[in-house]
């Protein structure tokens, strides 16, 4: 019989001669490699998984045009070639006009967009009824149902009014004697109009504001406030902002009148183009939010009714760490297709907050474990010295060394370790999945690699753990034993 056989021959009648002892052992080595190794496996899942559950909360990055750029579908493509295909979850072009319901002489503003993309990036949105799948269909947003009354399955007419300027210069307007028309949006984006008069020296010499649109007794005011509507008489175009006074009160209408006079055209340079069209409601949108003042149609019928295919913003949302989605954001902004990327930080910040945070409890928890697994073995293996103090005793009188002994005690403690880690390395992949579909919702997968790792980092914990009662073993002295004492 070889030494390798003998050795393995005592390990095994020892551990077999203990089988209770060693059996909680066994059992004390395998629940810690079970923790170890389902805590490991999700702590490396949970990004995936904490990024798939916080992308329930919106989009994490915006795209705006930079300067006097436009934002179309084209860039946004480019845009998006800068971002790996697999880490985007969606991508949401919008674009924002205001519309005019001429049956109920209201306008509300009305976002395009793309429905398979909102379903992506805004998965928060609760649809009572269906979203649109079909040209000139619309998701009306319960806040408007509610003020006009329309249902799932209503029609509503549409109708976008747009006045497009001349190639002349905006100067060219600005003559003496001239009258003049422009609009902008003021509280709440409600639109107010005003009508300008120049006078021989092209300054103004009257002015009339329509803002009943504007609250009533604040914003209102600044159409019928003498004193306000007194700083406009005399002053040239263009207006400086800080050459009016706003009306107390009313400082986001009075900046929208300001901006009205400056866009204000002559009406014969101009062209009055007006795109009616019926829409079926398909859907009231509930989110709790301003989403429920808008009324959303394909990009392509708002394209239509305007006449242009630009964009006001893209909502993106990518699955990546804080780290990366800020490389992201910079490659998009520096590739010089006129976009400028923007985090959602209250997102973002919060995804890396409670991911560090979860992650720190996983690895607090797995350390735990493994220090009272080193416990519970080095206590049980003193209590296994105990037991044969007269057996060490007899084998050191006999001549066996302190290697021997140390040796069969190690090799023990590893076996032990081996198979505890073998047999918690299969349970804690059980104890992830039932953790992570009960938590996340979503399984996770095997990894091969964490099945070496969990033995050996068992065995390894099991050696360190027998060190002390090793040292109680070699420590014994035969002479003192063997008398009985």
């Keep these: 019989m070889t030494k390798r056989k003998m050795f393995l021959r005592m ?8 089988r209770s002892r060693m059996l909680i052992a066994l059992l004390s080595i395998a629940v810690g490699a079970t923790i170890l190794s389902g805590l490991v496996t999700i702590y490396y899942d949970v990004p995936r998984q904490m990024g798939a559950q916080f992308r329930s909360y919106g989009a994490n ?103 497009a300027v001349s190639s002349q210069e905006a100067s060219g307007d600005w003559v003496p004697g001239a ?50 509507l007194k700083q406009f008489i005399g002053k040239t175009l263009p207006l400086d902002g800080e050459d009016i006074d706003a009306l107390a009160g009313a400082t986001i209408s009075s900046q929208a009148v300001v901006d009205a006079v400056n866009t204000a055209r002559s009406t014969e340079n101009a062209v009055a183009r007006e795109n009616t069209e019926r829409f079926e409601v398909t859907g009231i949108l509930s989110t709790g939010g301003e989403e429920e003042s808008y009324i959303y149609m394909a990009l392509e019928d708002l394209q239509k009714l305007t006449g242009e295919e630009i964009l006001d913003v893209a909502e993106l949302s990518v699955s ?53 697994t080193m416990i519970c073995v080095s206590t049980t293996m003193m209590a296994v010295v105990s037991e044969r103090r007269r057996e060490i005793g007899l084998r050191k009188a006999l001549g066996a060394s302190d290697g021997s002994i140390r040796k069969e005690f190690l090799g023990e403690g590893m076996f032990l370790g081996g198979l505890g880690g073998l047999l918690g390395a299969v349970l804690g992949f059980v104890f992830a999945q039932v953790v992570s579909i009960n938590v996340f919702g979503s399984s996770i997968n095997f990894q091969p690699l964490l099945l070496p790792v969990t033995v050996i980092v068992s065995m390894a914990i099991a050696a360190v753990s027998c060190q002390l009662p090793i040292k109680r073993a070699v420590a014994i002295d035969p002479a003192i034993v063997l008398k009985g004492e």
């Design 179 to 228: 009258s003049l028309t422009g609009s902008a949006e003021g509280f709440n984006e409600a639109v107010l109009t005003v009508n300008v008069t120049l006078d021989e020296n092209a300054a103004i010499e009257s002015i009339e504001i329509d803002a009943s649109s504007q609250t009533e007794n604040i914003g209102a005011l600044v159409g019928t406030d003498p004193v306000y």
């Design 320 to 372: 990546a760490g804080a780290e990366e989605l800020e490389e992201y954001s910079n490659s998009i902004t520096g590739a010089g297709l006129g976009i400028s990327s923007r985090l959602v930080k209250r997102v973002t910040k919060s995804e890396a907050s409670v991911l560090g945070k979860l992650q720190a409890l996983v690895f607090l928890v797995t350390v735990v474990v493994l220090l009272l």
């Design 61 to 163: 990055m915006i795209l705006l045009p930079e300067g006097n750029s436009t934002l179309t579908m084209d860039t946004l493509d480019t845009a998006l070639k800068t971002i790996p295909e697999e880490n985007v979850v969606g991508a949401t072009p919008y674009r924002y006009v205001r519309l005019d319901m001429p049956s109920r002489q209201q306008s509300f503003t009305s976002a395009g967009t793309d429905f398979s993309q909102v379903q992506k990036t805004s998965p928060y949105f609760s649809v009572d009824g269906e979203y649109p799948e079909k040209t000139r269909q619309v998701l009306v947003g319960k806040e408007i149902a509610d003020t006009i009354g329309v249902k799932v399955g209503s029609s509503m007419e549409l109708s976008y009014k747009n006045t």
């Design 11 to 18: 390990i095994t009648a020892s551990l077999l001669r203990r």
